[in-house]
């Protein structure tokens, strides 16, 4: 009877761990479908050439000086604007953890990032056009006409713009987990605001700031519409290359090998970044 008994009162605790691991289900079906295989099928184009023969010679292609510039190229930009959003946002989101509707800015600082990409690109191409509102004011402050679409500086500018929110966000919630007690006593022995901020407030609102850089960094590697539209010609990247190759030149297979650097690289800066955030959080405890 006491065995049974037993049974009885287990039998809820053993089903539960059964039960739990039902919800997992659904998350494992969706990465199956939507984070494996395409990984898969990506890898698996890339061993083929335009007419459909097996081969390796993608990846000795890819480490031709061409594409080796497209990389550099890449990376080049993507530092640039995920540097440049860095710049902006921290400051941003320092103030608004001063103001006292910060939700409220929050709020209107990310509305933007729910218009369509598209839309905000084209609206951009309007504002530099040479009968754009930018243009517009130089005129009437006498600079005159400048050509400002096509250029690199339009398309960090665009860039920043787009990607700034992801860099505010972190940052942001970082700062809001930050003591400030902490920032108190810094100031009570005597630090100055540059020291406090320095050795206090940037040191333990990192994670934020490599989340962010995480956010902008690794979706700035693969931009092809920005950088067609509002670059034009002058900023060759490897997902202008991509978008050719799959689109234009129709050979996959090429077009697969670049985006299977573009992954690799991707997983390591993530697998970078994440490590260092928990070594440090279980330096903490």
Same mark, same amino acid.
């Given at each position: 009877?006491?065995?049974?008994?037993?049974?009885?009162?287990?039998? $809820? @605790?053993?089903?539960?761990? +059964?039960?739990?691991?039902?919800?997992?289900? #659904?998350?494992?079906?969706?990465?199956?479908?939507?984070?494996?295989?395409?990984?898969?099928?990506?890898?698996?184009?890339?061993?083929?050439?335009?007419?459909?023969?097996?081969?390796?010679?993608?990846?000795?292609?890819?480490?031709? #000086?061409?594409?080796?510039?497209?990389?550099?190229?890449?990376?080049?930009?993507?530092?640039?604007?995920?540097?440049?959003?860095?710049?902006?946002?921290? $400051?941003?989101?320092?103030?608004?953890?001063?103001?006292?509707?910060?939700?409220?800015?929050?709020?209107?600082? @990310?509305?933007?990032?729910?218009?369509?990409?598209?839309?905000?690109?084209?609206?951009?191409?309007?504002?530099?056009?040479?009968?754009?509102?930018?243009?517009?004011?130089?005129?009437?402050?006498? @600079?005159?006409?400048?050509?400002?679409?096509?250029?690199?500086?339009?398309?960090?500018?665009?860039?920043?713009?787009?990607?700034?929110?992801?860099?505010?966000?972190?940052?942001?919630?970082?700062?809001?987990?930050?003591?400030?007690?902490?920032?108190?006593?810094? +100031?009570?022995?005597?630090?100055?605001?540059?020291?406090?901020?320095?050795? /206090?407030?940037? #040191?333990?609102?990192?994670?934020?700031?490599?989340?962010?850089?995480?956010? /902008?960094?690794? $979706?700035?590697?693969?931009?092809?519409?920005?950088?067609?539209?509002?670059?034009?010609?002058?900023?060759?990247?490897?997902?202008?290359?991509?978008?050719?190759?799959?689109?234009?030149?129709?050979?996959?297979?090429?077009?697969?090998?670049?985006? /299977?650097?573009?992954? @690799?690289?991707?997983?390591?800066?993530?697998?970078?970044?994440?490590?260092?955030?928990?070594?440090?959080?279980?330096?903490?405890?």
């Amino acid at each position: 009877m006491r065995n049974a008994a037993h049974a009885q009162v287990n039998a $809820p @605790i053993q089903t539960r761990p +059964r039960s739990r691991n039902m919800y997992l289900v #659904p998350y494992l079906l969706w990465m199956l479908l939507f984070v494996v295989a395409p990984i898969v099928l990506i890898v698996y184009d890339s061993l083929f050439d335009v007419e459909g023969n097996f081969t390796f010679s993608n990846y000795a292609h890819f480490f031709t #000086p061409v594409y080796m510039k497209m990389t550099f190229s890449s990376f080049w930009y993507a530092f640039l604007i995920t540097f440049f959003s860095l710049l902006i946002g921290y $400051p941003a989101a320092y103030l608004l953890t001063r103001t006292k509707h910060k939700q409220l800015w929050l709020l209107l600082i @990310i509305l933007p990032s729910w218009i369509n990409l598209l839309l905000k690109t084209y609206a951009f191409i309007g504002l530099f056009g040479t009968y754009g509102a930018v243009n517009a004011i130089l005129e009437l402050i006498g @600079i005159g006409n400048r050509q400002i679409l096509f250029t690199d500086f339009s398309f960090i500018f665009v860039s920043v713009y787009i990607f700034i929110p992801f860099m505010i966000l972190p940052v942001f919630n970082a700062l809001e987990e930050l003591n400030p007690s902490l920032v108190d006593a810094s +100031r009570d022995l005597g630090a100055s605001t540059w020291t406090t901020f320095r050795r /206090v407030i940037f #040191p333990l609102t990192l994670s934020g700031v490599k989340s962010g850089c995480q956010a /902008v960094f690794i $979706p700035a590697l693969s931009l092809f519409m920005i950088t067609r539209l509002i670059a034009g010609n002058r900023v060759i990247t490897l997902g202008t290359a991509i978008e050719q190759h799959f689109l234009v030149t129709q050979d996959w297979g090429m077009g697969a090998t670049i985006a /299977v650097f573009l992954i @690799i690289a991707m997983v390591i800066i993530m697998i970078v970044t994440g490590n260092r955030n928990r070594s440090r959080r279980s330096d903490v405890r």
